[in-house]
Each structure stands twice: as C-alpha cells, then as structure tokens.
C-alpha cells in the first residue's frame, strides 16, 4: 500500500470528484416550492369583485284607459237586394238589343224591343169594334129613351119597351167588353218594349236579335237578369254560441230592433274594416241542419266594388262598453305561445306580466287582465331587456299620433 506517499515515479494520487446529486434535489425542491406558493393565495389577500351589470336603456309608457267594445269577425257572402229576371210577356221575334252587357241600368231604361207590328194592328182592329159598339150604344141608348116616351102614351105594348131597354143595357156592356180588350192588346203591344223595372247591374244577352222568343206568365223566355247593387247585403251564418250571445246584446240594446246595431265590413282586397253598415234581420230559427242563425247586415255600396256573391269579412259587437287599457301591439311578446309584456318596477328592473289580449282598437292592442293604469310598459329595447334586468328608463306616450277623441267600438 501506498499510505498516501508519493508514487514512486514522482506523480500525486487524484482524487475522485464530489457528487452532484445534493445540488440538483435542492434545485428542484426550491422550485417545487415555489411552484406550490403561486397556486395558494396567501391567507390575507382579497377577492377581485365582479363588475356591476349595465343598465339596459329603454323606453317606457304608461297603458292607455279607454272605452272599447269587442267585436267578433265572421265571413259573410254578399248579396243583391234585389234580383230580377227579365222574361218576354209577349211572343214574337226580338228585334233589338239596347242595353250593353254589364252595365248599370237605370228604372224605366229600355233592354229589349220585341217586333211590335202584330201587336199595333190587333190594337188597330179593337179600336175599330171599340168604335163601332160606342155608336151601337148610342143607337141603344135613343132608341129607349123614345120608347119610354112611347110606353107612357101607351104607343107600344109593354114587350117592346122591356125589349129596347135590355138592348140598351147590352149595347153599354158590349162597350165594356170592347174597352177591355182594347186595354188587353195595349198592354200586349206595351210589352213589346222590355225595360228595367230597377236599378242595378245588368247581366249578359241571352237572346240576341232576330230570335223568336215565346211569352207567357210562367214560360217567357228569359232574356237577361238585373240585380241591385246600391245598397248590398250580406249574409252571415252565426253559430250557435255566437248567436245566444249576439241575440242577448241585440235585446238588451234595442229591445228587440236590430236597425240601430252597428257592424263593419270589409271586402278580400281591403285591409280593415273600412264599410260601415247596419244589421237588419235576425232570422226567427236556428237551422237544425247546420246548427246556425243566419244574420243579415246591409250596406253602402256607391262604388259598386261590392258584387253579389263576393266573400267578405264581416265584425259584429261581441261585448257592451267596458273600460279597456290599450298598448302598442308591438310591445307584446310571446313565451310559448302565451303573450306576456315587461314592465318597469320601483326597484328599476324589468318584470314579467302575462296579459290577456282583446283586439286592435285604433291601432292599439286591448289587454283585458295582467296590467294596471300606473305601470309602466316597456316599448323599446325589448331585445336586450330580460325578466330581472337593471333598466334605464325613458317615459315616451303610448301613441303620440293619438287623438283626445273617445272610441266606442273597436273600430279598424
């Protein structure tokens, strides 16, 4: 053994080098450290507080408080007051048309001339037998009075005398007779002159001239039909619940007249309910067959757009007056299908109200239950406003174009 003593070649014994492992433990134990210090917040630090939620701008406004009345909508079929057939009273051949198809015609107006000729000379020929039984009448007529004076002076016997009064007698009712047929063949050859017997729209030709058209009083031929349009009327079938409660409003109204109730109408093409009108029949029995009550209204027609048998949309009242309070419509939203509105509360956030809905009275929505004059409805912002939310508040009018005026029907 060498005992630590030099080597025998002069050179000094090396020592081996230290380990490293101690310094590398410490380095990653100070760092584990470390690492465990930034995930626990030291006992005395405090939490960051949440920002506040911004307040949602919107415009608010108080319910309208107006007198309205409900009115029920139903599909009415138009009608003509008045429906005219015109059929030829006389045979003969046509000889001219005078009207122009589709027109308005007025009373008295002439459609249709039948050849009159036939007809002025049987006319002709009864004037003739008229005149001649005048003056047979005449002859009569002094041939009993110069009996009478003949029967007093006892000239004649009793027979003749009886005889020349009765021939009198029949001569004046031969008169008669011949007055009357002359009458008859007049009105034959008036009847050769067809005219309107109303005023109103005249139908298509359904004979033309030249052909022979057959009269009578129950086979004339029928030549063409004129149907009123000024004033129109229109049917509407009410069902049976409708019908109970229409017929209770009409009596309590009216006691028993309907001229007085009010009803609004409106063609396919027309928005609204722009024609104003007047019911005037209640049929007197439900039809059992399709468990309705037909109603009838009547109503201006001066355009004449109306056209029987046209649809048209019709609004009845369905309620008495009632103190209703009245939104935009666009203030109404909808939650699956049930509407519901938000209101502005004391504590200044948004609430949510379900309403019951009625209909559009001027332009504004009736709502029948869900608010109170005093709140306050939100009418813009509704988009980002949600039940709970901070609201910033503008108080606008519900509808600044409205008028002062008092509605007492909920009118288009």
Known sequence: MHNGAPVPDGSSQISPPRSRCPAILASSLAAFA????????????????????????????????????DWNEFIGRLAAPETVEIRSRVSGYLSKVHFQEGSLVQPSNLLV??????????????????????????????????????????????????????????????????EAALQAAKLDLEFTEIRSPIAGRISNARVTAGNLVSGGD????????????????????????????????????????????????????ESGYPREGRVDFVDNQLNATTGTLRLRAVFPNPDGRAVPGYFARVRLP??????????????????????????AQPDETAGFRPVVLGPLVDGLRVVRSGLAPSDQVVLTGLMTARPGSLLRTQLVPMMPAMTNSTATAARP
């Open 318 to 343: 369905g309620s008495g007056e009632y103190e209703g309070l009245l939104i935009r419509d666009s203030a109404v939203g909808s939650d699956q299908g049930r509407p519901f509105v938000l209101v």
């Open 218 to 269: 129950s086979g004339g031929t029928l030549l063409t039909t004129v149907v009123s349009i000024d004033p129109i009327h229109c049917y509407v079938d009410l069902d049976e619940r409708s019908a109970l409660r229409y017929r209770t409003l009409d009596l309590a109204r009216t006691n028993g007249t309907t001229g007085n109730v009010a009803a609004w109408m409106a063609l396919t093409d």
């Open 113 to 178: 001339t039948i050849d009159p000729r036939p007809y002025q000379a049987v006319v002709d020929r009864l004037a003739a037998d008229l005149s001649r039984a005048r003056h047979r009448a005449d002859l009569a007529a002094a041939e009993a009075s110069r009996a009478d004076s003949l029967f007093r002076t006892r000239a004649i016997s009793a027979d003749d005398h009886d005889q020349r009064i009765k021939a009198s007698a029949e001569a004046v009712d031969s008169v008669r007779g011949a």
């Open 34 to 69: 470390l690492l465990l210090g930034g995930c626990h917040k030291a006992p005395n630090s405090t939490p960051q507080a949440k920002p506040a939620p911004a307040a949602v701008s919107v415009t608010v406004a108080h319910p309208v408080v107006r007198q309205v009345e």
